[in-house]
C-alpha cells in the first residue's frame, strides 16, 4: 500500500515538473522568437530613431518609424487606469472582506466574477457607444474617442481582478490579528487599514500586478475607444497603443513595416518585464 502510494506520488511529481517546465520553455521560446523577429528592424531603423522619433508613418514614401507615441500613450494610459481602478477595487475588496453582509457578498463575488469573464471586446463595443459620445458632450470636444476614453475602459476592466485576488488576500489574514488590534482599543475601521491591509499587502501588490498586465496588455477594447492616430498623448487626444499598433497593422504589413511591428512587440515585451522585477524587487526589498 505504502509503495502504491510514493508511486503515485512520484508521478504526480512528474507530471507537474513536466508541467512547469513546459511553462517555462514556452516563455523562453517566445523570448527568443520576439528577439530573433524585433532586433532585425532595430538594427536597421537605428534605436535612437525607433525609440525616441515622434512620428510613426509606415507606408509613407519615406517610411518613418518612430514609436514614441506608443510607448509614452501606453505609460500614460496605465498608469491613468492603476491610478483610477486600483484605489477602487481596494476599498470595494476591504468592504466585501471584512464589512459586507454574506448574501451581498455573495452576490458581488458573482458579479465580479462575470465581469471578470466579459470579453474585451464587449468592453471595447459598450465604450464605443456610450463612453465616447458622452465623452464628447461634457467635456464639448470633437471626438470622444481618446486617450481619457481608453483609460477609464481599461481601469474598469481592471477593476474585476484585482477586487478578486486583493479580496482572497484579505481573506487570508489571521483573524488573530484583527482580535488582538480590537482588543488593544483600535477601531474596526484602523484595524481594516493598519492591521489587515499591511498583513495582505503582499497579495494585494500581486493584485496591482495583475491588473497593471491587463491594462498594458490589453489591444482590442483600446483600439475600439482611443481613436487609433500615431500622436503624442494628450488627454483628449485620438492615440494609440503599443499594442494596438501591432494589432492594427500587423494583417497587411510587409518587410521593414512588418519587422518594426515585431520590435513594438519585442519593446513591449521588456516594458513589461521591467515592471514586472521592479514592484517584485521592492516586494522583497519590504520584507527583507
Known sequence: MMNLRAKSENIIHGVFLILGL????????????????????????????????THWNSTGSEPQFGILPFIMTSIYGTAGAILIG?????????????????????????????????????????????LVPAVMNIFNVPDGASLLAAIIVLAIMIMPSVVKVSLNALDAVPPEYEEASLALGATPIETYFRVSTPAAKSGIAAAIVLGVGRAIGEAMAVMM???????????????????TAVAS???YAAGLQREALFSIA???????MLINAALNYFLKRERA
Open 86 to 130: 486600483a484605489p477602487i477595487s481596494f476599498l470595494v475588496a476591504v468592504y466585501l472582506s471584512k464589512v459586507a453582509p454574506a448574501g451581498l457578498r455573495h452576490g458581488a463575488e458573482t458579479a465580479i466574477s462575470l465581469l471578470a469573464g466579459i470579453p474585451s471586446v464587449v468592453y471595447g463595443l459598450v465604450g464605443m457607444m456610450v
Open 249 to 251: 497593422e500587423m494583417s
Open 225 to 243: 475607444v482611443a481613436g487609433n492616430a500615431a500622436n503624442m498623448p494628450g488627454l483628449f487626444e485620438s492615440v494609440r497603443f503599443l499594442t
Open 266 to 272: 519585442l519593446v513591449l515585451f521588456l516594458f513589461i
Open 22 to 53: 513546459v511553462t517555462v520553455g514556452a516563455v523562453l521560446l517566445i523570448t527568443v522568437y520576439l528577439i530573433v523577429s524585433g532586433i532585425p528592424a532595430i538594427s536597421k531603423i537605428g534605436i535612437r530613431d525607433f525609440v525616441f522619433n
